[in-house]
């Protein structure tokens, strides 16, 4: 089975920092686009940023300029480095990523359980 989970999530005051991870494990032969989504309470989940294997990013206009991702293929993590956040920021972040498992013809889309970030004076 594959596996991914977050890590990093918290509480943040607004203009401050926070880093998130997530590492994906399992029976893996090759991962392409990984990215970060985060959901709002009650909102439907939104894109946050896109990173493919060569590392090429793409971001939301909401974050592009604050968050950086970036990702480790040796150890099938993705990171996203939250920078000047706002209240705006606070929702739970969730990575996702397209895997090829072993023994497998097809790519298929995986999800972690999220990491809730709140960001509050």
């Known amino acids: 089975q594959v596996q991914l989970v977050e890590s990093g999530g918290g509480s943040v005051h607004p203009g401050g920092s926070l880093g998130l991870s997530c590492e994906a494990s399992?029976?893996?032969?090759?991962?392409?686009?990984m990215n970060w989504f985060r959901q709002r309470s009650g909102e439907p989940r939104q894109w946050v940023a896109k990173i493919t294997r060569p590392g090429e990013t793409t971001y939301a206009d909401s974050v592009r300029g604050r968050f950086t991702i970036s990702r480790d293929n040796d150890r099938n993590s993705v990171h996203l480095i939250m920078g000047r956040v706002t209240p705006e920021d606070t929702a739970t972040y969730f990575c996702n990523a397209r895997i090829l498992k072993l023994n497998s013809d097809y790519y298929a889309d995986y999800w972690g359980p999220g990491t809730p970030v709140t960001v509050s004076s």
């Open positions: 399992g029976n893996i032969f090759n991962i392409r686009d």
